[in-house]
T-cell receptor, first 114, second 112 residues
């Protein structure tokens, strides 16, 4: 079974630009969560999508948004990039989430904002 | 509030046991997890424990949970150089099973 895939793996953008990151969950998984990892703030939850609906949200500004498609693939978008948005963005997929289901993490997309 | 704290660094000799500690604040957390992250990689779930358990053992890994003190530990027996990585403790948020609150991570260095 293929794991969680994230594209692209590396990205360089400049301040003020916008960026879209993609996450393909494991086949059959309907929940996709996104996390931001930085040296200063550690791992922080961005949002979770389940059946094309945002089910949970972390404490990030509205510049961070996401969506999920009918095939469970998810994208996250960051608009008006700031230097502080440089981070490793991880997505995780799981079967459903009403009870315990293991979350499988992808390798991440490393975003550098110049 | 939801907060998870860990010590930042641990150094052990190969073959010894490693113990990584974590404290959490949310007593309503249902599950507590240990993840491993190697350089350039995502997170790998090592083990988890349900909040009504005190201990869980899985091969070389032993997880101990002290609910009264909100303290979680991960013991790695016979630590090998391949165990060198960053270990994250995480708890489920009260607002959803798939929202995890992570600690800052403990960097484990294993030396000969």
């Amino acid at each position: 079974k293929a794991g969680v895939t994230q594209t692209p793996r590396y990205l360089i953008k400049t301040r003020g630009q916008q960026v879209t990151l993609s996450c393909s969950p494991i086949s059959g998984h309907r929940s996709v969560s996104w996390y931001q990892q930085t040296p200063g703030q550690g791992l922080q939850f961005l949002f979770e999508y389940f059946s094309e609906t945002q089910r949970n949200k972390g404490n990030f500004p509205g510049r961070f948004s996401g969506r999920q498609f009918s095939n469970s693939r998810s994208e996250m978008n960051v608009s008006t990039l700031e230097l502080g948005d440089s981070a490793l963005y991880l997505c995780a997929s799981s079967l459903a989430g009403e009870s315990y289901n293991e979350q499988f993490f992808g390798p991440g997309t490393r975003l550098t904002v110049l | 509030g939801e907060d998870v704290e860990q010590s930042l660094f641990l150094s052990v000799r190969e073959g010894d046991s490693s113990v990584i500690n974590c404290t959490y604040t949310d007593s309503s957390s249902t599950y507590l997890y240990w993840y491993k992250q190697e350089p350039g990689a995502g997170l790998q779930l090592l083990t988890y424990i349900f909040s009504n358990m005190d201990m869980k053992q899985d091969q070389r890994l032993t997880v101990l949970l002290n609910k009264k003190d909100k303290h979680l530990s991960l013991r790695i027996a016979d630590t090998q150089t391949g165990d060198s990585a960053i270990y994250f403790c995480a708890e489920t948020s009260a607002s959803g099973y798939n929202k995890l609150i992570f600690g800052a991570g403990t960097r484990l260095a294993v030396h000969p």
